[in-house]
T-cell receptor, first 114, second 116 residues
Framework: AQSVTQLDSQVPVFEEAPVELRCNYS??????LFWYVQYPNQGLQLLLK??????LVKGINGFEAEFNKSQTSFHLRKPSVHISDTAEYFC????????????FGQGTRLTINP | EAEVAQSPRYKITEKSQAVAFWCDPI?????LYWYRQILGQGPELLVQ????????DSQLPKDRFSAERLKGVDSTLKIQPAELGDSAMYLC??????????????FGPGTRLTVL
């Protein structure tokens, strides 16, 4: 079975400051890795994904994430945040073969202060 | 741009009543997922369909929850009777058939259920 741990439930940051949201996963088989964003009372939007290849992946809205296989981590970063980045962020994994259901972490609430 | 449709967006019901949620996936998507997201937690898969067949319903509380996708297109998730602990956001997602390659899951806006 797969599991995902997001190490921070809440992250407050000042506008234009950098941010890192941490994610660790556990799996006995190879997985795909994802970050999703959720704005209040909305569904999930895919920010970025790691499938294979380069361990640094870039996504929408200026976000990027780095896959570290030895540390089983997939941390999300942004060099300068905006008020509009205030949202809930979810790290997720899915196995490569078969049904590809998503297993999510518990989420990190990112709050941007002016 | 094609989207996953869900209705209703919000539902308030009393304990022991029956409720139903509807999902219309993106046209041509053979795989449909229902997730439950309890407040403050990440989504958890309830049931996955491949066309009209159930692929995974291991986390579906089958004593009160049922799901169907009769013609392999839209789907209905039902709860009967509803309990206080069922209050959550119910998310539907769809994707092309996963055949050894990655297929992105697209999420609908969700149905927010409140059980009083």
């Amino acid at each position: 079975a797969q599991s995902v741990t997001q190490l921070d439930s809440q992250v407050p940051v000042f506008e234009e400051a950098p941010v890192e949201l941490r994610c660790n996963y556990s799996s006995s088989v190879s997985v795909y890795l994802f970050w999703y964003v959720q704005y209040p009372n909305q569904g999930l939007q895919l920010l970025l994904k790691y499938l294979s290849g380069s361990t640094l992946v870039k996504g929408i809205n200026g976000f990027e994430a780095e896959f570290n296989k030895s540390q089983t981590s997939f941390h999300l970063r942004k060099p300068s945040v905006h008020i509009s980045d205030t949202a809930e962020y979810f790290c997720a994994v899915s196995i490569i073969q078969g049904a590809q259901k998503l297993v999510f972490g518990q989420g990190t609430r990112l709050t941007i202060n002016p | 741009e094609a989207e996953v449709a869900q209705s209703p967006r919000y539902k308030i019901t009393e304990k022991s009543q029956a409720v139903a949620f509807w999902c219309d996936p993106i046209s041509g998507h053979a795989t449909l997922y229902w997730y439950r997201q309890i407040l403050g937690q990440g989504p958890e898969l309830l049931v996955q369909f491949q066309d009209e067949s159930v692929v995974d319903d291991s986390q579906l509380p089958k004593d009160r929850f049922s799901a169907e996708r009769l013609k392999g297109v839209d789907s209905t998730l039902k709860i009967q009777p509803a309990e206080l602990g069922d209050s959550a956001m119910y998310l539907c997602a769809s994707s092309l058939y996963p055949q050894g390659t990655y297929n992105e899951q697209f999420f609908g806006p969700g149905t927010r259920l409140t059980v009083l």
